[in-house]
């Protein structure tokens, strides 16, 4: 009787906002699927959601994300149809046109056809329960999706931030297809740039190193706050995966099943390649490129974008070109530059939803063979007490005797790839005499610390060009000094506030403030004296009441643009590269006046430079929007952990914005979770702010508390321990 009165009820509503967009058949059908689905809300807001079949566990997940932040859901998909220029505006046009040139909405259509049947009933799903959700809340009214299609995914397939379109500088095609000026290559230094980083800790224990004499694992993405959400996926198929969900997709990215757990790292592993073609302009107007000898054509195609402008929607038509390389991204010197990179979102999809059925390593790594993973590292713990790392999946090879950290030529095959490198010759390990494994987007050769990391020497250098940084520096400090670990001290390893980014760069200022201070001149004012005596004492740990720790980081950040600043133009510097590059490139008279400047700004803020770092560098959730708004006036937590940049493991990415002196943080740790795999998965997690993105929800804030404290929550798992923590239980459109 209920699935008959909901019909009625949905048949009545569609008449009202969405009588163009869905038919009455297709509401009956959703309806009948929402019968076959359960969503349980446990007592943090989490959805714990079940299904017959996997799709139907895919529709309930779907559904409840919409539930939670249809927002962003929303929006990864207007980003990835390169349709973001439609809401925003002409800024956005030159990032469409990269993402268009890549992949499109007529690429995943043709793909989505080519889906095995499982992958289809499962996308097919996901664009079921999204619309059922926008069907059933007549209220919501999307910026611009109106139906969600089950191609979409296609477009989004591996769950990190961008993937690797988002690598080639949107800059560069602006000057090539805006028609402007191109400049010469320089290869993209994002470490380099004044950004905050992001990216992600991955912890693995082996059983030896455990207290419980099981696997452990730490899954800590450092991403912009509130990507991914946390919930759980079952179905009477085998699906029962815990973790993040990337807003708007239907797998567990970073997570675990009852059999091991996955976490993902963003990785250097070089997986495309950027080429440059010597062109031809025909007597035709049309081009030709120089391959083996021969003129091929350049093949144009027109791509037209819309774009908001003056309360009007009006189009632009650019005429882009590819060749059999990719598509053409920019000029050098009187070459075109095309860019080659993992073209098969079947495979990925596949890849990223198959892991998460996994059930030991043996099939784990089968997963991994299908090779459509090109922008993460993955760190893996199972029951069976097997630790292991990857770095990369879907690795070309590619002939000897070029640099390809830099443009290749691209006249002839003498740089075509030569097919992919099988996994078993990724850079790896598996079960290392350490006992411990780490990846904090470093370097993997110190992967396992020093007894058992891989050996540079037996890999192609563009396998792994991968910086050490100083996250991993810690990383390995911290695994490496303690014999056993417990789910609570690897907690306390994750949340180790010492910060090694300041071991080298703090010295270099005391020593240059004493040789100034030895030297015939005034002498340094009072308050100098005091705050290079404060950074003396300094242990270079991070806490809420630390003053040095304020003063080192307004410094650090002071000076290191300095240095940034001084960096030849393509000369790429890793974080300890441009921390060596700045002590030796900054005189002392600099370096003490940039304390100097220090101590004016944050008596100009704050009233005094004697400011503890937990009442500048803060959390505030005022709207839940995805642009959130911070105000001073307004309630908000002091947070010890720092950026990433310093070795901070906890990461928490702040700065100030318009109208605050307060740091506000927008991106570094989002879901956590440790895990203990024993007879039965026994997990913690803590997640930025709360699952709800609505301001009142009581789920919208409810974890913060422990967030910025660095403490976790139970994970309930098994559907007895949910069925104990209950605080809604329902079926979709309910």
């Not at 003063?551 to 974080?575: F, H, K, N, T």
Request: net charge neutral; hydrophobic share 35%.
């Amino acid at each position: 009787m209920r699935a008959i009165l909901s019909s009625v009820f949905l048949l009545a509503s569609v008449s009202v906002a969405h009588a163009q967009a869905f038919t009455p058949a297709e509401i009956l059908r959703w309806n009948q699927q929402a019968q076959q689905v359960r969503i349980v809300r446990d007592t943090w807001g989490i959805a714990h959601v079940s299904g017959t079949t996997d799709a139907d566990a895919v529709f309930g997940a779907l559904y409840a994300q919409c539930e939670d932040d249809f927002a962003r859901v929303e929006d990864n998909y207007i980003e990835v149809l390169g349709r973001r220029s439609e809401v925003e505006g002409e800024t956005a046009l030159y990032a469409d046109l990269r993402q268009r040139l890549f992949l499109d909405s007529t690429r995943a259509v043709a793909a989505y056809q080519q889906c095995p049947p499982a992958m289809k009933q499962l996308l097919d799903a996901f664009a079921a329960g999204t619309n059922y959700y926008l069907a059933t809340h007549p209220a919501v009214q999307p910026k611009l999706l109106r139906r969600f299609q089950p191609w979409l995914p296609l477009l989004f397939s591996e769950g990190s931030i961008g993937g690797n379109v988002s690598v080639v500088p949107v800059d560069r095609i602006k000057a090539f297809y805006g028609q402007q000026k191109s400049g010469a290559w320089h290869r993209p230094n994002f470490e380099q740039a004044e950004r905050e980083p992001v990216g992600s800790n991955g912890f693995a224990i082996a059983p030896a190193k455990s207290a419980s004499g099981h696997a452990l694992l730490l899954i800590n993405p450092h991403t912009s706050f509130y990507f991914r959400s946390e919930m759980q996926l079952t179905s009477q198929a085998g699906l029962n995966a815990y973790g993040a969900v990337t807003w708007g997709q239907f797998f567990i990215y970073q997570g675990f099943n009852e059999h091991c757990g996955w976490m993902h790292t963003s990785s250097s592993a070089d997986s495309m390649d950027e080429y440059l073609e010597t062109i031809t302009k025909q007597p035709d107007g049309s081009y030709t490129y120089l391959y083996n000898g021969l003129q091929k054509p350049v093949q144009a195609a027109d791509i037209t974008l819309a774009y908001k402008k003056d309360g009007q929607l009006l189009r632009r038509t650019f005429a882009t070109y590819r060749t059999e390389h990719g598509p053409v991204v920019g000029e050098v010197s009187g070459q075109w530059l095309t860019v080659k990179m993992m073209d098969n979102p079947v495979a990925a999809l596949q890849q990223s939803y198959q892991r998460t059925k996994a059930t030991d390593y043996a099939s784990f790594q089968q997963t991994l063979e299908l090779e459509g993973n090109a922008s993460n590292n993955t760190v893996y713990a199972d029951k069976d007490g097997t630790i292991a790392y990857w770095h990369g999946n879907f690795m070309p090879r590619r002939p000897a005797g070029y640099d390809w950290s830099r443009p290749v030529p691209g006249r002839s095959d003498s740089t075509a790839w030569l097919g992919l490198h099988p996994v078993s010759e990724l850079v790896q390990v598996k079960n290392p005499a350490s006992g411990f494994i780490q990846n904090c987007n470093s370097t993997p050769f110190t992967v396992a610390g020093a007894a058992g990391s891989p050996d540079k020497a037996k890999y192609p250098a563009y396998m792994a060009p991968d910086a050490e940084n100083y996250r991993g520096i810690n990383a390995v400090r911290v695994l490496s000094r303690k014999k056993s670990f417990t789910l609570d001290t690897l907690i306390a390893a994750a949340n180790d506030s010492y910060l090694a980014g300041f071991e080298k760069l703090l010295p270099a200022l005391l020593d240059d403030y004493q040789l100034l201070a030895d030297s015939p001149r005034d002498p340094f004012s009072q308050d100098m004296q005091q705050a290079i005596e404060t950074l003396r004492d300094w242990d270079l740990r991070y806490s809420q009441a630390s003053v040095a720790q304020t003063l080192a980081i307004y410094w650090g950040e002071r000076i290191l643009r300095l240095g940034r600043g001084r960096v030849p133009a393509g000369q790429p510097l890793d974080y300890l590269s441009l921390t060596a590059y700045t002590i030796a490139h900054t005189t002392p008279e600099e370096k003490v006046a940039a304390l100097t400047e220090t101590l004016a700004e944050l008596t100009r803020d704050f009233g005094k430079w004697q400011t503890p770092w937990g009442e500048v560098n803060r959390y505030q959730r005022l709207t839940g929007s995805i642009r959130e708004t911070y105000d001073d006036k307004q309630p908000s937590r002091p947070v010890a952990f720092a950026s990433s940049a310093w070795g901070s493991l906890a990461a928490f990415g702040a700065h100030s914005y318009p109208g605050t002196k307060r740091r506000y943080g927008n991106v570094g740790n989002s879901f956590v979770a440790v895990v203990e795999f024993g007879p039965r998965v026994v997990a913690r997690s803590v997640a930025t702010g709360g699952s709800a993105s609505r301001p009142d929800s009581p789920h919208f804030t409810d974890q913060a508390p422990l967030y910025t404290q660095g403490q976790f929550k139970d994970v309930w798992f098994y559907p007895e321990d949910v069925a104990r923590h209950v605080e809604r239980a329902y079926q979709p459109g309910e």
